[in-house]
């Protein structure tokens, strides 16, 4: 059985940290591309961060860059957010999505509160 099992969203004032977790099972892990994604309330859902497979490309939203890093585990099936400094407009529900040519797996989503 194919899961992503998002955790690590929290309430954090601005400026805080916080770092996420996607822990993938019932599949390749290593094979596949994982972004992270986010939709906040009335909004669409933006891509934040992707990494390749092998852990080399990473790509960012302007919107995080230089405040987010995403990175993977392949031994552990695991990719995370490391997200600092973070903002009120960072608030969101964030899910993590595995992609190898046509197949696409997403989790359920961990919530992300920004407030003072």
């Known amino acids: 059985q194919v899961q992503l099992v998002e955790s690590g969203g929290d309430l954090v004032q601005p400026g805080g940290s916080l770092r996420l977790s996607c822990t993938a099972s019932?599949?390749?892990?290593?094979?596949?591309?994982m972004t992270w994604y986010r939709q906040a309330p009335g909004k669409e859902r933006e891509l934040v961060a992707t990494?390749?497979?092998?852990?080399?490309?990473?790509n960012y939203a302007d919107s995080v860059k230089g405040r987010f890093t995403i990175s993977r585990d392949n031994a552990k099936n695991t990719a995370y957010l490391q997200m600092n400094g973070l903002q009120v407009q960072d608030t969101a529900l964030y899910y993590c999505n595995a992609q190898a040519g046509d197949i696409s797996y997403w989790g359920q989503g961990t919530q992300v509160t920004v407030s003072s």
């Open positions: 019932g599949f390749t892990f290593s094979l596949y591309d």
């Open positions: 990494v390749t497979s092998g852990g080399v490309w990473t």
